[in-house]
């Protein structure tokens, strides 16, 4: 439709609409905007390539607006700098192996479901709905989902922590907001990138739904890093805080106490990256 | 000029051992003094940027989308090709080797070939090591599947996304490079010149497509992974970025053009569906499995398919082919189709598509069996097309989707300019005239992880190390000539768009130079695109200036490099009176209708030398000898 549109404006001598996409079947994560309010448009598990018009009503006005976050910058029109993206990668979304002496690739057994679960999350194709989605404009499903990929597996537990540290303090820096736990990004998510595992055990429970949280304010605790690198006085340890990674629940078990903290994956925690008490 | 392949001698398994030795080495102390440039960060550009950082050379890494993790590699569905033989089925890389030389109808170089089956191991230890999460056994060890006519199981794959996956594994690799400060990366630049000097690759010139400006980068060596040229057709399953501007320019620098007549066209694809579409989808041809293919008997038939009743089918395939049926390799089914519709029996608004039906299947194994085979595939092809397969046969028709042809590489990867290296989809050098399903993902990864890395150290190791400037005269020159070409596109404010031109473009190399071609249609098609460059440069109308984001423009930009090298497409097309692979010429053929190869008159590739835009090339032949496997007559019958 853009290209048809961008057509017809060239041809009236006016300027055509700035618009990113490539592979046009919904993989490379180069195309998003959000259409009548919704990233992608709205469609389950679609990008905004594979929307097609006959999904409106004839004659309907269409909006399109380009993702908003302070993260992402706008360059023209609907095109937007993802960078902010790629540099959370670089802070560490990677087992740090060069080329060249791998083992042989099946000396070392994966249990086939941890195989399929991390590829769940690493289905991510980086296009940033998730932030566009969320009233925070959080990367955090982004962010978790290749925290969690690299976790489940047995190559990239080895830098668990400090990957899981380094990416999120890089999410902080780029100017992403924190995760309040109102899981629109996985609605919206055109991959359905989600925390199924635990969702699974809550049937009834509409994605959309609120939910309780309790989240932290307190002028020492700027970052969740800061959570995790010193202790935290204003709660005691019955309290019991827990601080998981989004996804598959797989993230960081914190002892707000010790400051300690430890890799986490378990089906009992149901939420997002927050601090909840239990 | 005589070609220098530069191929070991020797026994074909000791060759690349050999080599490696033989190549000169660069100290690990010396080797920060050398920066590589790397054009595309797809599977073979990200793999050889992420290499040669670790290996300790200065990387500067460009490309034209946003972020290097969008290279078109992404779409890869099927799997990736590895002679393990961890099925215990007869596997070798001797039989790699084998499958893929006579996969691509004798028309690749056996060295290369041996070497990339050598590799292939390699690669998935690699992709492993790396967290590429590949499908698993309940054992815990890797799964295989069987791909495209190949009698043992050698496929491994990430769902139906292997590409992404591997994509995602050597981006993540690069992004560890460029947190270590030793790759520069520089998204949204289109590379539009190589800058030579001394009769070497010394550098690029980029257009920022940020903000227009031109920019110069200098290098010791300059290594191009910018894939293929599909997009020629402008309908393709390529992403629509995908374009041969890298590749063109770099051609008419002085790097020989091989084999660009051979193009894979992929049988099931989502046909083109209207005239503002922009792209076509491909479809696991697995589908092939259990869908039996047919038209109406009667031409210009326009009632629904579920009206034809059966008596009035036409199982065209299964008729012609009795023994392979609906199961015959991509180009002879691909041309099937092509024929059906030419003589009207074909299906849909468009009447360009033949309809794969899995009525019977279901019939016979019930709907979930179908559902649970091919699921995925079924709910792709109803968010497309908004049909369901389920009760209405699916409509497919051929699309073009990989190029075998590129620039001529010797043994090393490097072009015939020294200094310029050239990995991937982009060069011409494993596949012959037909690539086997799963295998471009293991040869984009072969030549970025293990050959380069070698390689490029022996040029290197006999090149100077000292600074590289970007000031020299012949950058300014080859600047100046870059800019001219985008003011001289902003200035021509004509009528028609770019798009437009593509189009036409298109269409006409798909009628006369797609699935069959022939000297006459052919003939035409040389006459007729020169015709249009000429309008293009009179009649292009590109708004905006040259001075900002301008995606118009750089639409322009290569639909006008596509317009040049289209001609060399067709001349080459015509030059080659045979038949082979993706290669067929109409008046080449068996009695039975299959590709006719002449071994005796074109056992050779064909590297063609740019003279000139319109000015016909000059063809450099580098003869191919089979000393393991002997050419035969493929036959399906």
Known sequence: MLDQLNENLITEGKEP??????????????????????????????????????SFADGSTITIEPWRSAAFPVIRDLVIDRGAFDKI???????????????????????????????????????????????????????AAKVSHLAQLPQGRVEAKRRALAMVDRMDEQGFGHCSNHRECEVFCPKEISGAPHRALEPGIPARAARPRLVLEHPQIRKITDLISRPIPLLSS?????????????????????GSFSSYYSNGFRDGLLVRGR | MALDAKIPGGPIETRWDRHRFDLKLVNPANKRKYRIIVVGTGLAGASVAASLAELGYEVLNFCFQDSPRRAHSIAAQGGINAAKNYP?????????????????????????????????????????????????????????????????????????????????????????????GKVKMFPRREML?????????????????????????????????????????????????????????????????????????????IPVHGEGQSKLTLMSESLRNDGRVWVPRRQGDTRAANDIPEAERNYYLEERYPSFGNLVPRDVASRAAKKMCDEGFGVGETRLAVYLDFRDA??????????????????????????????????????????????????NLMSTVPGLFVLGEANFSDHGANRLGASALMQGLADGYFVI???????????????????????????????????????????????????????????????????????????????????????VRV???????????????????????????????????????????????????????????????????????????????EPLAFEYVKPTQRSYK
């Open chain 1, 17 to 54: 609409i700035s618009f990113d996409s490539d592979c046009r079947e919904g993989i490379c994560g180069m195309c998003g905007a959000v259409v009548n309010g919704l990233p992608h448009g709205g469609e389950k598990g679609t990008t905004l390539c594979q929307v097609h018009m006959r």
């Open chain 1, 89 to 143: 990668i670089q802070s560490g979304g990677y087992v740090s192996v060069s080329t060249g002496g791998a083992q042989d690739a099946n000396a070392l057994p994966i249990n086939a479901d941890a195989a399929e679960s991390a590829m769940d999350a690493a289905a991510c194709i980086g296009c940033g709905a998730c932030v566009a989605a969320c009233p925070n404009g959080s990367a955090m499903l982004f962010t």
């Open chain 1, 238 to 258: 019955e309290r019991d805080i827990s601080f998981v990674g989004r996804g598959p629940a797989h993230g960081l078990r914190v002892n707000p106490v010790s």
């Open chain 2, 88 to 180: 215990n089925d007869g596997d070798s890389i001797y039989r790699l080797f084998y499958d893929t030389v006579k996969g691509g109808d004798y028309r690749a170089r056996e060295s290369n070939v041996y070497r990339l089956a050598q590799i292939s191991g390699n690669i998935i230890d690699q992709c492993v090591a790396q967290g590429v999460p590949f499908a698993r056994e309940y054992s815990g060890l890797l799964a295989n599947r069987s791909f495209g006519g190949a009698q043992v199981s050698r496929t491994f794959y990430a769902r139906g996304q292997t590409g992404q996956q591997l994509l995602l594994g050597a981006y993540s690799a690069l992004s560890r490079q460029i947190e270590a």
């Open chain 2, 193 to 269: 010149d190589v800058v030579l000097a001394d009769g070497h690759a010394r550098g690029i010139i980029c257009r920022n497509l940020l903000t227009g400006a031109y920019e110069k980068y200098a290098a010791h060596a300059v290594v191009l992974a910018t894939g293929g040229y599909g997009n020629v057709f402008f309908l393709s399953t390529n992403a629509v970025g995908s374009n041969v501007t890298a590749t063109w320019r770099a051609h008419k620098r002085g790097a020989f053009f091989a084999n660009p007549c051979y193009t894979q066209i992929h049988p099931t694809c």
């Open chain 2, 362 to 411: 279901i019939k016979r194994d019930g709907r979930a069996t179908i559902e649970k085979k091919y699921g995925n595939l079924f709910q792709m092809y109803e968010k497309i097309t908004g049909e369901d397969p389920y009760t209405m046969p699916m409509r497919i028709f051929p699309a073009s989707h990989y190029a075998m042809g590129g620039l001529w590489v010797d043994y």
């Open chain 2, 453 to 539: 890395p070698y390689t490029i150290g022996g040029y290197l190791a006999a090149a100077t190390s000292k600074p590289v400037s970007d000031d020299g005269r012949e950058f300014g020159e080859t600047m100046a000539e870059v800019e001219a070409r985008v003011h001289k596109i902003l200035a021509v404010n004509g009528k028609r768009t770019a798009r437009d031109f593509h189009k036409e473009l298109g269409k006409l190399l798909w009628d006369h130079c797609g699935m069959a071609r022939n000297a006459n249609g052919l003939k035409k098609a040389l006459v007729r695109i020169p015709e249009i460059r000429a309008e293009f440069w009179e009649n």
């Open chain 2, 543 to 621: 708004t905006g200036t040259g001075e900002e984001f301008n995606q118009e423009l750089e639409r322009a930009g290569r639909v006008a490099d596509f317009l040049e090298f289209g001609e060399l497409l067709v001349r080459d097309a015509l030059h080659r009176e045979e038949s082979c692979g993706g290669h067929f010429r109409e008046e080449h053929q068996t009695p039975d209708n299959e590709a006719k190869r002449d071994d005796e008159h074109f056992s050779y590739a064909a590297a063609w030398e740019f003279q000139g835009v319109g000015a016909e090339p000059t063809l450099h032949k």
